[in-house]
């Protein structure tokens, strides 16, 4: 009897499709959307790793970007997005999503820095078994 190999390749690529495919229901966002952004707007580094690790950044990257813009927040500074407000880790293993709050305090006045954490919180991971 051959039992399944759940390390191969093929599972690996699955359960990370499978990821992305949560990211966006918990954050409300459509997959197909997700996709065609990732194709446009990805830079040359991230489109280096794999498909799903993409969509997943594009995915979290995109979620953070509409909760700021939604926030209507009125910055004197730009916001970075990842690598600066908030960082992202598109691993498909075990993706994180971390607001950078010394960042966000350093750079805002105090009642922005407190919208923008509580924007960035809404960002949702998926809970995995």
């Known amino acids: 009897m051959h039992e399944k190999n759940y390390t191969s390749m093929e ?13 966006c229901d918990v954050n409300d966002l459509d997959p197909e959307m997700i996709k065609a952004e990732s194709q ?10 794999g498909e799903a690790e993409v969509w997943i950044y594009t995915a979290l990257n995109y979620r953070a970007m509409q909760l700021l813009q939604e926030a209507g927040l009125a910055t004197t500074t730009p916001l970075k997005g990842d690598g600066g407000e908030y960082s992202i880790d598109a691993d498909p293993a075990a993706p994180a999503f971390v607001i950078n709050e010394d960042t ?7 009642e922005v820095a407190e919208q923008i954490i509580n924007a960035l919180a809404e960002v949702k991971l998926p809970v995995q078994a």
């Open 11 to 23: 599972d690996q690529k699955d359960r990370a499709q499978a990821i992305f495919l949560q990211i």
């Open 40 to 49: 446009t707007k990805s830079s040359e580094k991230l489109r280096s790793r």
């Open 104 to 110: 966000v305090r350093s750079k805002h006045e105090h």
